[in-house]
């Protein structure tokens, strides 16, 4: 007897993903810098991207998956370098910091699931602990982006 099977559950709508078009170039160390996400992927058409204030507002309450990813350039051995994710510009809702092994590229990952009402946005913050050395933020949406959906 062959097994019953069933379409994959839809995407809950809305979803959205903003990046980084180009590279930041400079970044002083020790400072908190909000990432510039000023470009909105295409096929993305739910228009929760708010790209003048850098940020993704969903519009609507749920359970959300956000996924966010910082790729360094040229950072520098044993400097760390961090990625911050802020809920409505002041609570911390992730963070991940790295050691850099080599003076190349770090690239940070970091997914969390959080519960959003229809008023909460999330923007996307970088540090680096090198205060003799500035650091670069590689741009294009392979890159450095943030990206949400509803999972509930």
């Given amino acids: 007897m062959k097994g019953i099977s069933s379409p994959p559950p839809a995407i809950l709508k809305p979803v959205g993903k903003l990046y980084l078009s180009s590279t930041i170039y400079s970044l002083s160390g020790s400072n908190l810098h909000q990432v510039t996400l000023n470009t909105k992927q295409?096929?993305?058409?739910?228009?929760?991207?708010?790209?003048?204030?850098?940020?993704?507002l969903p519009g609507v309450a749920g359970l959300y998956l956000i996924i966010a990813q910082i790729s360094w350039a040229d950072t520098v051995d044993p400097r760390e370098?961090?990625?911050?994710?802020?809920l409505n510009g002041s609570s911390y809702i992730g963070r991940v910091r790295s050691q850099a092994s080599t003076d190349d590229e770090l690239v940070l990952t970091l997914s969390t699931i959080w519960p959003l009402i229809?008023?909460?946005y999330v923007n996307l913050?970088?540090?680096?602990?090198?205060?003799?050395n500035v650091a670069d933020i590689?741009?294009?949406?392979?890159?450095?982006?943030?990206?949400?959906?509803r999972l509930r």
């Fill in 42 to 56: 295409a096929g993305f058409d739910d228009n929760i991207e708010d790209i003048g204030n850098n940020r993704i």
């Fill in 81 to 86: 370098y961090e990625l911050l994710l802020k």
């Fill in 118 to 120: 229809e008023t909460d």
């Fill in 125 to 132: 913050f970088a540090r680096h602990f090198d205060t003799t």
């Fill in 138 to 149: 590689l741009g294009g949406d392979a890159y450095t982006f943030l990206t949400m959906l």
